[in-house]
């Protein structure tokens, strides 16, 4: 599919958002980039992306605005700005039928608030964070869950066909958080019971591969058994098999966690599993392990952890 009549900005170019801003560029969208980080604008210079000094000049012309940071202050700082510190937000240079998709991961309440204030100046806004991780985000494979208006989501479904496999409409703004959070909170707790179970396998005297391929044929079967194996060895190309770098670090899965739990609390939600998985990610960061893939809690049940 050709973009070639789009104009985006991509706001945010971290081990996500520059692989997605380069898929855009390969469906022939008109892409400007702006990120904190000279060297990842450069990249994508590189790729066929212009350049913009900053986050307002990125902007200036664009049909879609793409935003990809690291929590919700600075989404709402990016979008709404910070009175505070006399900081202006894109609210005040975006024009009117401009789309805003915010693929962060971030907080529901946040989104709901910037793509409120947003409306009331005639602006379009859908919440998209993504599943899939780094691999996903090259390969054009992602699933997006969007929160927003029907209208946004159809207007935003050619860009993000671009980037992704599937699309999926949560609901209002919102939405899209609420669903990446709970996604992200089961993924967890199987990640940790794919672990303790493959180590108590090996803890007596059983080969972990052959218990996996049991396991996929059997009721435990599951994603991380599937395509994300925490142990090494037994499947190539993942993190595990590479000293758990690449892929999804702890602590961004401790971060998601964290906004998991904290939505449970608002909605009085029951979310024992949760709270488990976040207290033994929690523990596995201290312990170091904060920038390796999240994968790696699986040593937390190492014979080597549980004599320390």
């Known amino acids: 599919m050709s973009l070639s009549n789009y104009s985006v900005a991509f706001i945010g170019l971290g081990n996500m958002g ?3 801003a380069a898929n855009l560029l390969k469906a022939n969208a008109k892409v400007c980039v702006f990120d904190l980080v000279p060297q990842a604008v450069a990249e994508l210079q590189s790729q066929g992306a212009t350049a913009a000094a900053s986050a307002e000049e990125a902007v200036k012309g664009a049909d879609i605005v793409i935003s990809m940071l690291p929590a919700g202050r600075h989404v709402q ?8 510190r006399g900081v202006a937000g894109l609210i005040d240079v975006l024009e009117q039928n401009t789309l805003v998709i915010d693929s962060s991961t971030i907080d529901a309440a946040t989104s709901i608030l910037v793509g409120k204030t947003l409306a009331e100046k005639g602006i379009a806004f859908v ?12 390969a054009g494979t992602l699933t997006f869950i969007v929160g927003g208006e029907v209208s946004a989501y159809e207007k935003a479904q050619p860009v993000l066909s671009a980037m992704g496999k599937n699309i999926f409409h949560a609901g209002q703004n919102g939405a899209g958080q609420i669903a990446k959070i709970c996604n992200n909170m089961l993924l967890s707790v199987l990640m940790v019971g794919t672990s ?5 396998a090996i803890d007596n005297g059983l080969d972990p591969k052959v218990m996996s391929d049991i396991m996929l044929q059997s009721s435990g079967r599951n994603w991380t058994l599937e395509l994300y ?7 190539p190309n993942v993190p595990s098999s590479n000293d758990y770098t690449g892929g999804f670090m ?3 899965m401790r971060k998601d966690l964290g906004l998991a739990l904290d ?10 599993m949760g709270a ?4 033994l990610y929690n523990m596995h960061s201290m312990q170091g392990s904060g920038m390796r893939d999240f994968s790696s809690i699986f040593e937390l049940f190492s014979a080597q952890n549980k004599q320390q």
Do not use: F, I, R, W
Request: contains cysteine; aromatic residues 2%.
């Open 263 to 272: 939505t449970a609390l608002k909605s009085h939600s029951s979310t024992p």
């Open 196 to 200: 303790e179970a493959l180590q108590m």
């Open 18 to 20: 520059g692989p997605m």
């Open 127 to 138: 919440d998209a964070p993504v599943s899939g991780g780094t691999a996903g985000a090259a």
């Open 276 to 279: 488990m998985a976040q207290n």
């Open 77 to 84: 700082g990016l979008y709404l700005g910070d009175s505070e």
């Open 229 to 235: 194996n925490p142990c090494p060895g037994v499947m």
């Open 250 to 252: 702890v602590d961004l």
